[in-house]
């Protein structure tokens, strides 16, 4: 071979291959119990926006905490035994039973483990990291919670599993006297919110090894993750460990009666001990230490009954009212927001008048329901339909709106308050729940969906915007479109179809609905 062959060659091999040095999947990284290697994220270039992708190193299946099965189940996170040899990170880990049935995963007690995605040079990067909290009934092995986006533009992205349904939240009395003990709190359940914080701690305690600033941290969740955002930037347990919260799908003004049964819902510790005291005794069994001995599929079939997070004082310490008039544990910067069709509104909906009618009178009983139907009238099925959906995407815009307001009652720090409107391709229900992830992660290219050009754009934009909340705390820069703080304009982001500045909802309704809240018990 010829010396101009021979380079050509060369040229042909770098292009296919990343090189070892400029990433760290060659590299074996000591954690605080063993030694993991990594390896690349990337065989080719995916399709989308990805530029950086052959830096992209990915370990899967760290565990942060020990298994929690047997004497580990209802206790928080154990320390997890430390391992001599290096461990090849290569495969998800274990998935916590409840959270999917999804049969590619193995569901199993040994749990608590966490993914990451960086495309650090060296050990000694100091990236901004974000921390990953999943939705409910899902993973963080799910591909629609993929790193790569995030780490293309040098972030350190961790994602992890932590307990739900029982194994996650039960309380009993017995537990609460084992929690009193080690603790001097009388608290019980909020096991997976212990995960959390877990995950977290191993975060701030190993990241730097990946090239990440365990003094830079910013928590980010949909949903259920949302609220395990949330809880992270209210506990005293999390306290100076982040740098930002982004909350999607997650907060609003706490005297809305939806609190109580959204995801950020919780129970007081009375209400939660009398659901556990039921759930066992449906499974035939008194004690703890015979809870601790049923097989797992015992508690996973028995699911029925609506665990949740618990007012305990200690890990949730306080009302979320409370918390925003005496100042959260974290005072950071703070993005959050909500989608068109979610909360109550559905894309498509086909309802008749009688029945919008009836859930107006149900919704908004006595007096209030004239004043709501003088600003949301409706004459047949169609009016009655969008005046259906347009309320409640008022009431999730306004009393998201309202809750940074109560925020700022206690926080020197802003909130910025997005609403997103873009139906992604091949799916019928609108800008949905969760319709938003893929171009936030802008990982378009790990989800089965027809995405056309302008999905693409929407992602980069939509990533630099979060991008930026994650190294500054504030999401403007370069040319994206301005998006002021919240203040008393009642203006909010529009992000998805259009970009900029509009009101949450027209004056006459953001009045409204915060004289309805107002007239309403706080959460």
């Not at 006459?508 to 706080?522: G, Q, T």
Request: include cysteine; aromatic fraction near 12%; proline fraction near 5%.
């Amino acid at each position: 071979m010829d010396l101009f062959s021979l380079i050509a060659c060369c040229v042909v091999l770098f292009d296919l291959f990343p090189i070892a040095s400029a990433a760290l999947y060659n590299t074996v990284i000591q954690t605080n119990y063993g030694p993991v290697q990594g390896y690349p994220a990337f065989n080719s270039s995916p399709t989308g926006n990805l530029t950086n992708w052959k830096d992209i190193t990915v370990w899967k299946g760290i565990p942060f905490a020990a298994t929690t099965a047997g004497q580990n189940r209802f206790k928080p996170p154990q320390a997890a035994e430390s391992w001599n040899s290096t461990l090849l990170a290569r495969s998800w880990g274990n998935v916590c039973p409840s959270a999917t049935s999804d049969s590619d995963y193995t569901i199993d007690e040994d749990c608590l483990n966490l993914n990451i995605w960086s495309a650090a040079n060296s050990t000694d990067a100091k990236l901004p990291v974000v921390m990953w909290s999943y939705p409910a009934a899902s993973t963080a092995a799910d591909a629609l919670f993929d790193g790569g986006g995030m780490a293309n533009k040098g972030v350190v992205y961790v994602n992890y599993n932590y307990r739900t349904g029982s194994f996650g939240w039960l309380a009993l009395p017995e537990l609460s006297e084992e929690r009193y003990a080690e603790t001097g709190y009388n608290s019980s359940g909020n096991w997976g919110m212990l995960d959390q914080f877990a995950a977290l701690k191993w975060i701030h305690v190993n990241i730097e090894a990946f090239g990440g600033d365990p003094d830079h941290i910013t928590v980010m969740g949909q949903s259920a993750g949302s609220a395990a955002t949330y809880h992270i930037l209210n506990s005293p347990l999390t306290e100076g460990l982040i740098v930002g919260a982004i909350i999607e799908s997650g907060v609003r003004d706490p005297h809305d009666p939806l609190c109580t049964s959204l995801a950020e819902g919780y129970a007081t510790l009375d209400a939660s001990l009398s659901v556990g005291v039921e759930y066992i005794e449906g499974l035939n069994i008194s004690t703890l230490a015979e809870l601790r001995e049923l097989p797992m599929d015992d508690l996973v079939t028995s699911m029925g009954t609506n665990f949740m997070a618990t007012l305990d004082h200690y890990a949730l310490p306080a009302t979320y009212l409370e918390t925003l008039l005496n100042g959260s544990a974290n005072n950071v910067p703070v993005m959050t927001g909500n989608t068109k069709d979610e909360s109550g509104a559905s894309y498509g909906l086909n309802i008749t008048v009688a029945e919008y009618l009836a859930d107006i009178n149900s919704t908004y009983s006595g007096n209030w329901t004239v004043e709501f139907l003088a600003l949301y009238p409706a004459n047949d099925s169609t009016t009655a339909s969008g005046a259906y959906n347009s309320q409640w995407t008022d009431r999730s815009n306004v009393g998201t709106w309202l809750w940074s307001q109560l925020w700022a009652t206690a926080s020197t720090n802003p909130v910025y308050t997005y609403f997103w409107d873009h139906a992604p391709p091949g799916q019928d229900q609108g800008a949905h729940h969760e319709s938003e992830i893929n171009y936030v992660l802008n990982n378009l290219y790990d989800t089965d969906l027809p995405w056309e050009q302008e999905d693409y754009v929407i992602a980069a934009k939509m990533n630099a915007y979060w991008v930026n909340f994650i190294k500054t705390g504030n999401p403007n820069g370069g040319d994206l479109t301005q998006w002021n703080a919240t203040n008393t304009s009642a203006l909010v982001q529009h992000v998805g179809d259009g970009w900029g500045a509009i009101p949450a909802a027209p004056a006459e309704k953001v009045a409204l609905y915060k004289a309805w809240f107002d007239s309403l018990v706080a959460y």
